[in-house]
């Protein structure tokens, strides 16, 4: 599925000038990319992802999804929806059913399926997200851990069964554990399900292991839309934009910089740890 934003520009009027959010912003999306957005806070990031399903139109410019443009007057928007699943930062929030699965059947009872149906779908999202079907469907999701709580509202969303799926800072609270079982479930969802993903997140550890393409915003402007590694071997610019580099990123620079001529757009531990003990095998032969 093609999504096109052509010349999208958007100005929130929130005071007598009004607030530009975004600026003649052209972007393609294919399918099965796995794209991490970042950029600091007031760049734009969720204003152009709340977008690309129609919750915000543009002040000026087209979205278009699979040929349709979004943006007209007489669009059905539960389509598009249907088709791009939107998981907003903290979506606990918005749990509201008196059990889990009223919660996660809710989406897939509005586009009318049968009750069997239903279930089935409520079914595979729980098991994807790591929950036990007969365990959790008749709990209150207010009873849950905040971690449970997470899972049970992107089950939710999953339960659409999307083509494509958006996440908005959704490991934002999490320990440690929860943190690496959320990647997990994205790169099942992407290698396993040949969803789109596109991640939001101030997390570089997880933009540079799991996408294979970032994109960088900054005052409603892309500076950046390349590679993980052509990106993030832009240091003095992204530090510039007030971003990190990745935790490993910034230590192989670092060694660059004392004369260990290492690789910088190595993004695992592993490799890491390989191509610094090859360069300290190679040195001391020398």
């Not at 479930?185 to 996408?211: P, Q």
């Not at 402007?221 to 240091?235: G, L, Y």
């Amino acid at each position: 599925m093609l999504i096109e934003l052509k010349n999208v520009s958007h100005i929130y009027d929130d005071d007598l000038k009004g607030t530009e959010a975004l600026k003649d912003i052209n972007l393609r999306i294919s399918d099965q990319e796995f794209i991490g957005l970042v950029g600091h806070t007031g760049s734009g990031k969720s204003t152009l992802v709340q977008m690309l399903n129609g919750l915000i139109k543009p002040s000026s410019g087209s979205v278009i999804i699979d040929g349709v443009n979004i943006t007209g007057e007489k669009t059905s928007l539960l389509g598009i929806r249907r088709k791009i699943g939107l998981v907003f930062q903290y979506p606990e929030h918005q749990l509201f059913e008196e059990t889990v699965y009223g919660d996660v059947a809710f989406g897939p009872r509005n586009l009318g399926l049968s009750e069997e149906e239903v279930e089935l779908r409520v079914k595979e999202a729980l098991e994807l997200v790591g929950l036990d079907y007969e365990e959790f469907k008749d709990r209150s999701p207010f009873n849950l851990s905040g971690g449970q709580q997470r899972k049970v509202a992107i089950a939710g969303v999953l339960a659409m069964k999307p083509e494509v799926l958006i996440l908005d800072e959704p490991s934002a609270g999490l320990d440690p554990q929860g943190r690496q079982q959320l990647i997990s479930l994205l790169e099942y969802l992407y290698n396993n399900k040949g969803m789109t993903i596109i991640l939001v997140s101030h997390r570089m550890e997880e933009i540079a292991r799991l996408s294979n393409r970032v994109i960088v915003m900054s005052e409603g402007e892309i500076v950046f839309d390349d590679s993980p590694a052509r990106v993030f071997s832009e240091v003095e610019k992204i530090r510039e934009l007030g971003l990190d580099l990745p935790e490993i990123t910034e230590i192989l620079w670092r060694l660059n910089g004392k004369g260990l001529r290492v690789r910088t757009d190595i993004f695992s531990l592993a490799e890491a740890v390989e191509e610094i003990s090859r360069e300290l095998r190679g040195s001391s032969k020398c």
